[in-house]
């Protein structure tokens, strides 16, 4: 068996990298081979080109590439997730994932953004400084797109954060 351990921290060596340490060191005291890979700052955001689905490769040369065979070697169970990213973190822009505005509120130094993609309520936080709000009124096509290292992932049936 073997673990691999994803250290989505920025800072490669910090408080993240050594729970995982410690964690890599109780697996391995049981036999258990372990790898931490470092993936806070090398891995491209998705721009939702699909690329993937025919290649099963990312465009980007990138830790994505290089990680995808380990997982798939991985003693790792295939399950459902839900993927949740903080609207903080969401950003608006000429690349990514296809949407449409639903509902467009001003709220003071931010615009709040409520969105449909894909059948999926998605909200972006845009800051207001030196921007058009009606740039994002009702029925505006956009796209949107976020930082891999910044997801969450949750247990659908139990609501736990899973990383």
Do not use: W
Request: glycine fraction near 6%.
């Amino acid at each position: 068996m073997k673990a691999l351990l994803i250290n989505g921290s920025p800072h490669e060596h910090g408080c993240t990298y050594t729970a995982l340490r410690e964690l890599a060191d109780t697996l391995e005291a049981e036999g258990i081979e372990t790898e931490i890979i470092q993936a806070g700052k090398t891995a491209h955001a998705c721009n939702a080109c699909a690329s993937c689905k025919k290649t099963h490769r990312c465009v980007y040369d990138d830790l994505v590439n290089e990680t995808a065979p380990k997982l798939a070697a991985a003693d790792a169970e295939s399950r459902t997730v839900t993927v949740g990213v903080r609207p903080v973190h969401v950003t608006v822009g000429d690349e990514g994932i296809d949407a449409q505005i639903d509902v467009s509120e001003l709220m003071g130094s931010e615009l709040h953004l409520h969105m449909t993609a894909g059948g999926k309520d998605v909200v972006a936080v845009v800051q207001t400084a030196n921007l058009d709000p009606n740039a994002y009124a009702r029925h505006t096509a956009v796209k949107f797109s976020f930082e891999p290292r910044l997801i969450h992932l949750f247990d659908p049936e139990t609501e736990k954060n899973l990383i």
